[in-house]
Nanobody, 114 residues
Framework: QVQLVESGGGLVQPGGSLRLSCVAS????????IRWYRQAPGKEREYVAA???????NYGDSVKGRVTISRDNAKDTAYLHMNNLNEEDTAVYFC????????WGQGTQVTVSS
């Protein structure tokens, strides 16, 4: 059974940090490009970051400099480290696997509020 399961979201104060995880199962994680997206209430889904199977990374303009994407293929897991969070980062964060097939996780809520 193919699964992508995000975790690590929660409530954080402005200026705080979070690390999101995306754990994969049921497919060959290591050959897939992994992307993170987010969707805030009433807004379209927004690209956040990507990491290729070889470790190349790319970031969306709204998070560049504050976010780091990484992966551990031995653990079938991708991570999104987010620093200096602000209220505009409040959203549901989704993990996406892009390869021979395409898979989505169900998302994890990040709320930035004082």
């Amino acid at each position: 059974q193919v699964q992508l399961v995000e975790s690590g979201g929660g409530l954080v104060q402005p200026g705080g940090s979070l690390r999101l995880s995306c754990v994969a199962s049921g497919f060959t994680f290591g050959i897939y490009t992994i992307r993170w997206y987010r969707q805030a209430p009433g807004k379209e889904r927004e690209y956040v970051a990507a990491i290729t199977s070889l470790g190349g990374t790319n970031y969306g303009d709204s998070v560049k400099g504050r976010v780091t994407i990484s992966r551990d293929n031995a653990k079938d897991t991708a991570y999104l480290h987010m620093n200096n969070l602000n209220e505009e980062d409040t959203a549901v964060y989704f993990c996406h696997a892009d390869g021979p097939q395409k898979y989505w996780g169900q998302g994890t809520q990040v709320t930035v509020s004082s």
